[in-house]
C-alpha cells in the first residue's frame, strides 16, 4: 500500500477508521486526517461531540458501535472489517482478547492497525530515560494489560499476521479536560489553590515524576506512523513531551506561571494521603509509584516525531481551558 524511505513519505489517499476517535487523540487525529486527504471513519458508541470542534468534523462519516457489546457477540472484529479500511487507528482497546478478534479480521486484507498503548507498560524503571526495549515489569490492570496487548500485536506482526504499531502516550493534556496536576491527580482545585498563592502540600520529597503529553503531539504521531509504515509495523513506540517534570518542579512551575511565590511543603505519604480525598490519594499513588521518564529517541529518529509542546506548555493550555470554563479560579 505505501512504500516509505526512512523519514521520506509517499502520500497516498486512505479510508482510516478511528475506534474511539471523539475522544482526546480524535479530538485532534480526525481533522489532522481529514486536512490530509484522507476519507475518515469515526466508530464509536455514541455520536459525542469531540473535545475541540474543527470544520473537519464535517467531512467525517460517524458509524455507531458498541465495542464492548459486540466484542462480547464476536462481531466487532467482522464489522469493522465491512468498512475495508487501509488503516485502522484503535484508541480504545483494553483486553488482549478484544486486540485478537481485530487482528483476526483484519489479517486478510493486511489493513495496517495502530494501537494506543500507554507508558505504563513499563511499570517501575530500573533506568532513565526509559527505552521502548527496556524490559517490561507493569503493574496494575491497566499496566498489565496494555502490556499483553502490546505484546499480542508484535508477535503477531513478527509472524506476519498482523501489520501492527503500537504508540504509548504519556498523561495526555490539551483543552477540554482536566490535567494531571503538580499533586498527582486530577482535582483542579489544585491548580486554584495555586493561582491564589496558597500552601501545596505535595507527598514525599516532591522528586518523583510525570510526563505529560498535548494530545495533539500523539495525535501527530499516529499520523506520521499512518504514512510511513515500513517504518513503524512491529514497532513500538513512546509519544510523550521531550522531558518529563518533578512534582516539585511542575508545582513551582504553575506558581511561578500564575506570578505567585512558591509555597510548598512536603509530606511523608503515610502523612500527607490523610491531606486529600481517598480517590485523589490513590490517583498520586499510581502516578509517583509509575514516575515515568521515557525516551522519544526512537519516534524521532524513525517517524520524525516532533512534539510541538513541552510539558509545561501542554499543561497551561489544559489549565487556561479549565479557567475560561469556570473550573479554576483564579481570583484571590
Not at 459525542?48 to 466484542?71: S, T
Request: hydrophobic letters at 45%.
Amino acid at each position: 500500500m505505501l512504500a516509505v524511505p526512512k523519514k521520506k513519505c509517499t502520500f497516498f489517499i486512505m479510508r482510516v477508521v478511528v475506534i474511539g476517535g471523539t475522544g482526546h487523540i480524535g479530538t485532534f487525529l480526525v481533522p489532522r486526517l481529514v486536512n490530509a486527504g484522507h476519507e475518515v471513519i469515526v466508530a464509536s458508541r455514541g455520536k459525542r461531540e469531540p473535545y475541540v470542534p474543527h470544520p473537519a468534523w464535517n467531512a467525517v462519516r460517524h458509524i455507531e458501535i458498541d465495542r464492548r457489546a459486540e466484542d462480547a457477540a464476536g462481531t466487532f472484529g467482522a464489522r469493522i472489517a465491512a468498512l475495508e479500511p487501509d488503516a485502522v487507528v484503535d484508541l480504545i482497546c483494553f483486553t488482549p482478547a478484544s486486540a485478537q478478534h481485530l487482528v483476526d479480521a483484519l489479517q486478510v486484507r493486511q489493513t495496517l492497525l495502530l494501537h494506543c498503548g500507554t507508558i505504563w507498560v513499563h511499570g517501575r524503571a530500573t533506568t532513565v530515560p526509559v527505552t521502548e526495549d527496556a524490559p517490561r515489569h507493569p503493574f496494575g490492570d491497566y499496566g498489565i494489560q496494555k502490556a499483553a496487548i502490546e505484546q499480542l500485536l508484535l508477535d503477531s506482526a513478527r509472524r506476519g499476521a498482523a501489520r501492527a504499531v503500537i504508540l504509548h502516550p504519556g498523561h495526555m493534556v490539551g483543552p477540554g479536560w482536566k490535567p494531571l496536576n503538580p499533586a498527582g491527580h486530577f482535582n483542579p482545585e489544585v491548580f486554584t489553590r495555586i493561582a491564589r498563592g496558597e500552601l501545596l502540600q505535595l507527598p514525599n520529597d516532591g522528586m518523583e515524576t510525570l510526563h505529560h503529553v498535548h494530545a495533539d503531539d500523539v495525535a501527530q504521531a499516529f499520523e506520521l506512523a499512518i504514512t510511513q509504515p515500513d517504518a513503524a509495523v512491529g514497532e513500538s513506540f513512546h509519544v510523550v513531551s521531550p522531558a518529563p517534570l518533578s512534582l516539585r518542579e511542575y508545582a513551582g512551575a504553575m506558581f511561578a506561571h500564575f506570578r505567585q511565590p512558591v509555597r510548598l511543603e512536603f509530606l511523608p505519604w503515610e502523612e500527607w494521603r490523610h491531606t486529600v480525598t481517598e480517590d485523589d490519594a490513590a490517583a498520586t499513588w499510581d502516578h509517583i509509584a509509575h514516575s515515568p521518564h521515557c525516551s522519544i529517541a526512537k519516534a524521532r529518529e524513525r517517524l520524525g516525531y516532533a512534539p510541538r509542546y513541552t510539558s509545561l506548555e501542554a499543561v497551561i493550555e489544559s489549565v487556561n481551558s479549565l479557567i475560561v470554563a469556570g473550573m479554576t479560579d483564579r481570583r484571590a
